[in-house]
């Protein structure tokens, strides 16, 4: 079988999995690794060390130091549905945890491999986690250009999709990457950033991104950036809902693998009341937990002192003396701070 045989039924086999989008690419160090060293030399990273360690560079530098012999990389797209307005809960957030999804297609995608090739190739499977330049390889393999949110942008889905690595050792046929800017001249997402996060030159500065401080930083978040939360309590969609190749983005006749499980608000006096367990119960399966019960509490808190309602002051006041929680508690006693002056 040849390599563009090959090619076209993997393809086809990724499509039927529920994959919109599939393109392959080599197994040589991606072009985005340079960019992507020198983001990390700036310190750009927030508490994310694991970006730095060199293990974690030299792998995304050499995807074979991941699977030996590696060949090629199959990168697939899982379109999401988007969001429709800014939520107090990110899109993506909304439905069951892909990794777990994307995992378990992808393993299906490799066992169909071994049945067409009637051998065992060796595989290793990638999903977010994973050291490998996920948007450089997607790139390359043909399907998206990464813009100045630091997304990959892809002409049929925007930006609302997300991203998983096949990685083989067979010599398959590579696609092309695509050589235009869908960003060109515009900034409207750098600007509209309510932090300054995006740099304009396709990076971020992750130690501002809402995305990052509300999902993935531990203990309070910098004063500074609190009342740019707003009422956002995990993850942020601002640059992906102000961004006009997301408005023309289509889904319409596409069966999405996900459903969302849960709505985009969240009743916040509700959700500051709830025990470690019932959080645990109430976003089993899905990315919340990812920010854990500590992080939630102090999300939904600076949310509610943004709220300009008297009856969260109310509620915040009556929970001080009680709370236990020392990042919680000076969460609370900023946003009753808060509270009072907007209600003056």
Known sequence: MTPKSLEKQIKAEANRLGFALCGITTADASEGFSHYRAWVEKGLFGGMHYLAR?????????????????????????????????????????????????????????SFIEELTG??????????SAAVLEKSFAHRAGFGLVGKN?????????????????????????????????????????E???????????????????SYLTIEHRGSIPVEYREAMG??????DICQLICPKNENASSSGFAFCFKPTFDGEIDLIEALSLREADFKLRYAGSSFLRAKYQGFRRNVIIALGNSQQARALA???????????PVCKESMLWAIERLKKMLQ
Not at 81 to 99: C, F, G, N, T
């Open 315 to 325: 509620v915040l006041e009556a929970a001080l003396p009680d709370e236990q929680d």
């Open 231 to 236: 009422q956002q309590v995990f993850g942020c």
């Open 119 to 128: 051998t065992k190739p060796a595989s290793y499977i990638a999903v977010d």
């Open 54 to 110: 060199s293990d974690a560079l030299a792998k995304r530098e050499k995807p074979e130091l991941l699977l030996a012999g590696c060949k090629s990389l199959i990168c697939v797209g899982l379109p999401y549905p988007p969001a429709e307005s800014l939520a107090s809960i990110a899109a993506y957030v909304r439905v069951p945890d892909y990794h777990l999804l994307m995992r378990e297609k992808l393993t299906q995608l490799a």
């Open 150 to 190: 630091t997304l990959l942008l892809n002409e049929d889905f925007g930006t609302w999709f997300f991203l998983g690595e096949l990685l083989v050792d067979l010599e398959l046929e590579p696609d092309l990457a695509l050589a235009s800017d869908f960003c060109g001249d515009c900034r409207i997402c750098v």
């Open 192 to 210: 509209a950033c309510p932090t300054n996060a995006l740099l304009g030159d396709k990076t971020m500065d992750a130690s501002k991104c809402l």
